[in-house]
């Protein structure tokens, strides 16, 4: 019914930048909040960053002042801009939108596939 489709991850030395995407598609009605989380090998996932319908956003303290994150209501996409890469950004990065979906009348959390970022010289 709906698909979220990340891109942009890959390897980056440390200083470098990058710009993740998620698309959402599928039978959707209405997307609300939409977020970037992370997953490092043997951590649990823990949020990056999200932006609500209206454009409000909320940043982890570990990339506050190197993150921005954003969409586009119109492609249903949010980005995730990430400047100043740190060792410790490397991860497999994960897109959540909270959707209502079309015809069926219900809304719940859906997850993308996950895209790695590695950050290493």
């Known amino acids: 019914q709906v698909q979220l489709v990340e891109s942009g991850g890959g390897l980056v030395q440390p200083g470098g930048s990058l710009r993740l995407s998620c698309a959402a598609s599928?039978?959707?009605?209405?997307?609300?909040?939409m977020g970037w989380y992370r997953q490092a090998p043997g951590n649990p996932r823990e949020l990056v960053a999200v932006?609500?319908?209206?454009?409000?956003?909320n940043l982890a303290d570990s990339v506050k002042g190197r993150a921005t994150i954003s969409r586009d209501n119109a492609k249903n996409t949010v980005y995730l801009q990430i400047n100043s890469l740190k060792p410790e950004d490397t991860a497999v990065y994960y897109c959540?939108?909270?959707?209502?979906?079309?015809?069926?009348?219900?809304?719940?959390?859906?997850w993308g596939q996950g895209t790695q970022v590695t950050v290493s010289s």
């Open positions: 959540n939108a909270d959707i209502y979906l079309s015809g069926l009348g219900s809304r719940r959390g859906y």
């Open positions: 932006i609500t319908g209206g454009g409000n956003t």
């Open positions: 599928g039978s959707i009605l209405v997307i609300y909040t």
